[in-house]
């Protein structure tokens, strides 16, 4: 008796490769999707799209000139929508400048314009959570914070520089370790400057069990609210 026929019958056969074409053109579908996806995140990255917010930062100080000799928060979202930050410091001369999303490249890039002209007694960083996010490491962060200090110190030799520790947040928790290192290499480093300070925001942010106090944090899970402003405010005070 001959052996059953493996082939599949016509009509079948044909629905196989029908399936099967589609799911390659899927696959391909999906690849261009993820590379269109990963150019777009490149450019992105590009310090020019802050240009907006610069100028606009620009178009205030023509109106309004800050006063020289100010303490500076500068950096990311955690700095722009800290929008009473001079209210929580009333017997200091606050100035902040914070665009949102911002990497230390995109400050250093920017330092001509939004540090040096104000000629700040002490500067306050935070950057570094946008740009773990986004694939870079810990060491590049670091690193561009050494050369924001270097190039600060050329300006201004007698101002403090002090880098606000990663905070940590239930959004980007999977960064906890990347943002403990980087934390540390910071700490490392300001230790080893004078006049380079280094404030721990990250420890006190954490519950008993080692996580993110949510209550300190807005329903983004990223963001604080003003629970976690006033903890910032309570620790950085003792610095200043």
Same mark, same amino acid.
């Given at each position: 008796?001959?052996?059953?026929?493996?082939?599949?019958?016509?009509?079948?056969?044909?629905?196989?490769?029908?399936?099967?074409? #589609?799911?390659?053109?899927?696959?391909?579908?999906?690849?261009?999707?993820?590379?269109?996806?990963?150019?777009?995140?490149?450019?992105?990255?590009?310090?020019?799209?802050?240009?907006?917010?610069?100028?606009?930062?620009?178009?205030?100080?023509?109106?309004?000139?800050?006063?020289?000799?100010?303490?500076?928060?500068?950096?990311?979202?955690?700095?722009?929508?800290?929008?009473?930050?001079?209210?929580?410091?009333? /017997?200091?001369?606050?100035?902040?400048?914070?665009?949102?999303?911002?990497?230390?490249?995109?400050?250093?890039?920017?330092?001509?314009? #939004?540090?040096?002209?104000?000629?700040?007694?002490? #500067?306050?960083?935070?950057?570094?959570? /946008?740009?773990?996010?986004?694939?870079?490491?810990?060491?590049?962060?670091?690193?561009?914070?050494?050369?924001?200090?270097?190039?600060?110190?050329?300006?201004?030799?007698?101002?403090?520089?002090?880098?606000?520790?990663?905070?940590?947040?239930?959004?980007?928790?999977?960064?906890?370790?990347?943002?403990?290192?980087?934390?540390?290499?910071?700490?490392?480093?300001?230790?080893?400057?004078?006049?380079?300070?280094?404030?721990?925001?990250?420890?006190?942010?954490?519950?008993?069990?080692?996580?993110?106090?949510?209550?300190?944090?807005?329903?983004?899970?990223?963001?604080?609210?003003?629970?976690?402003?006033?903890?910032?405010?309570?620790? #950085?005070?003792?610095?200043?």
């Amino acid at each position: 008796m001959n052996p059953p026929s493996t082939s599949l019958p016509p009509a079948l056969f044909r629905e196989k490769r029908s399936a099967g074409l #589609i799911r390659t053109l899927w696959v391909m579908l999906l690849w261009a999707t993820s590379a269109s996806l990963s150019l777009d995140a490149a450019q992105d990255l590009r310090p020019e799209r802050w240009e907006g917010e610069i100028a606009e930062f620009e178009r205030g100080d023509q109106k309004s000139p800050p006063p020289k000799g100010a303490i500076l928060f500068v950096g990311s979202s955690s700095i722009r929508l800290w929008t009473n930050a001079a209210a929580m410091f009333p /017997n200091r001369t606050v100035l902040a400048r914070g665009f949102g999303g911002s990497h230390l490249a995109d400050l250093n890039h920017y330092i001509d314009r #939004i540090v040096l002209p104000y000629s700040p007694s002490h #500067i306050l960083v935070y950057e570094g959570d /946008n740009d773990l996010a986004a694939g870079k490491s810990p060491r590049q962060v670091a690193d561009d914070f050494a050369v924001f200090v270097a190039r600060t110190r050329e300006k201004l030799p007698r101002a403090r520089i002090t880098y606000i520790s990663i905070k940590p947040s239930k959004a980007r928790w999977a960064l906890a370790d990347k943002i403990r290192e980087c934390n540390g290499l910071i700490a490392r480093f300001a230790a080893d400057h004078r006049r380079v300070g280094y404030i721990d925001v990250f420890n006190p942010m954490l519950n008993r069990e080692g996580k993110p106090r949510e209550e300190l944090l807005g329903p983004d899970g990223l963001h604080m609210n003003p629970k976690g402003y006033e903890l910032w405010r309570d620790v #950085i005070r003792k610095h200043l």
